[in-house]
C-alpha cells in the first residue's frame, strides 16, 4: 500500500477519527476503565455511526482486558482499532475478475448520488493498470448526465464505452454490450444502472429485466453485484443494503464519499450486519482515490492512529 494513498486514507477519514478522538480524550484524560466510561464510549461508538451491536462488542472486549485499570486515550484508541480490524478482516476482499470467464461480468448498482458512474471509471482505471482489457456499459440510460461521465471515464482509461440514448432500454443495451465484450475477447465487463429509489417496483422490474436479458448469453452473468454506498448517508446506508438485497443477490460493496464524512464508523456496523465483501473505498474525487479495502488501515486511521 502506498504511503500516498495511506496519507489520503488518513486525510479522508480526519472528520471521524477527529470526533472519535476527541470523545475518546474527554472520556479517559486521568480515569479508570469503570462502568460510567465504558457506557460513555459506547454512546460515542453509535453516535459516530459504528452501529449499536459493534459498539457493544468492542466496549465488551475493553471490559475484559482492562477493567478496573487506569487506561490513557491512545491505549484506548489503540485497542479499539485492533477490535474494529477483526470485525472488518472478513470483508475485506478485493475485486478479482477471474481469468477463465472472459468477460467477467460486474453489475453496478446503487442509489444516485451515491457515486456509481465514478465508481465505475475508477474501477476500470484499477484493473487497466493491471493490464485487463476492459468494457464499460452505460446502462443508467435514465440520466443523460450519466452516460456522458461514463464516456468521459472511458477515454480517459482507454475503454470502450457502449452507450445508448437517454431512455434506451437499459436491458437492450447490457446485451449488446456483453455480446461486444464477448465478441472483443474483454477481461472485464462493468454494467452501470439506474438508482431510482423512490420508484423501487420499476427499478426491480428494470434491474431483474438487465438479469434475465444477460443469462441469455450468460447463464452465469452477472459474476458479481456491486453496490456503491455513499458514507455520508450514515446508518441510512444500512437501510440501503437491505433494500437491494430485496432487488438483487448482491455479492459486495463500494463504500464512497469517506472524505466528506465524520460518518467512517459505519463501515464497522456494514461488516456487522451484512458481511458482505468491501472491495474497495472511495475518500476522494481523483482517479486514484478509490483503493482495495484494507482492514487494519482503515481502523487505524478511524482512530486517528499511524498506518
Known amino acids: 500500500m502506498s504511503g500516498g494513498w495511506l496519507s489520503r486514507l488518513k486525510s479522508g477519514l480526519s472528520r471521524s ?15 479508570r476503565l469503570d462502568e460510567s466510561a465504558l457506557e460513555e464510549l459506547e454512546e460515542l461508538l453509535i453516535a459516530a455511526d459504528l452501529g449499536v451491536a459493534p459498539a457493544a462488542k468492542l466496549t465488551a472486549q475493553l471490559a475484559r482486558t482492562r477493567f478496573g485499570k487506569d487506561v490513557s486515550p491512545e491505549e484506548i484508541r489503540t485497542a479499539l482499532a485492533e477490535e474494529a480490524a477483526k470485525l472488518l478482516e472478513p470483508v475485506a476482499k478485493p475485486l478479482r475478475p477471474e481469468p477463465a470467464r472472459r468477460p467477467h461480468v460486474v453489475l453496478v448498482v446503487g442509489v444516485n448520488g451515491t457515486g456509481k458512474t465514478t465508481t465505475i471509471g475508477k474501477l476500470a482505471k484499477l484493473f487497466r493498470e493491471q493490464g485487463l482489457s476492459v468494457m464499460l456499459a452505460a446502462g443508467d440510460t435514465f ?37 461486444q465484450a464477448k465478441a472483443a475477447g474483454a477481461d472485464l465487463l462493468l454494467i452501470d444502472t439506474a438508482g431510482r429509489l423512490h420508484n423501487k417496483e ?16 450468460d447463464p452465469e452473468a452477472p459474476h458479481d453485484v456491486i ?10 446506508a444500512l437501510q440501503q443494503v437491505a433494500t437491494f438485497k430485496e432487488l438483487v443477490n448482491l455479492t459486495g460493496l463500494v463504500v464512497t464519499k469517506l472524505d466528506g464524512s465524520a ?6 456496523a456494514l461488516a456487522e450486519k451484512f458481511a458482505l465483501p468491501v472491495h474497495a473505498i472511495g475518500v476522494g474525487e481523483g ?21
Open 263 to 268: 460518518r467512517g464508523g459505519v463501515l464497522v
Open 202 to 217: 420499476n427499478l426491480m422490474a428494470e434491474l431483474q429485466k438487465i438479469l434475465r436479458v444477460i443469462r441469455k448469453l
Open 227 to 236: 453496490l456503491t454506498l455513499d458514507a455520508t448517508t450514515g446508518q441510512n
Open 143 to 179: 440520466r443523460a448526465a450519466a452516460i456522458e461521465q461514463l464516456q468521459i471515464w472511458g477515454e480517459r482509461t482507454g475503454c470502450p464505452v457502449v452507450a445508448g440514448k437517454q431512455g434506451a432500454d437499459a436491458a437492450g443495451l447490457a446485451f449488446d454490450a456483453l455480446q
Open 17 to 31: 477519527s477527529s470526533r472519535l478522538g476527541e470523545g475518546i480524550t474527554g472520556i479517559f484524560t486521568k480515569r
Open 287 to 307: 482517479a486514484d482515490d478509490l483503493r482495495p479495502f484494507e482492514a487494519r488501515d482503515f481502523a487505524r486511521s478511524l482512530m486517528g492512529l499511524e498506518t
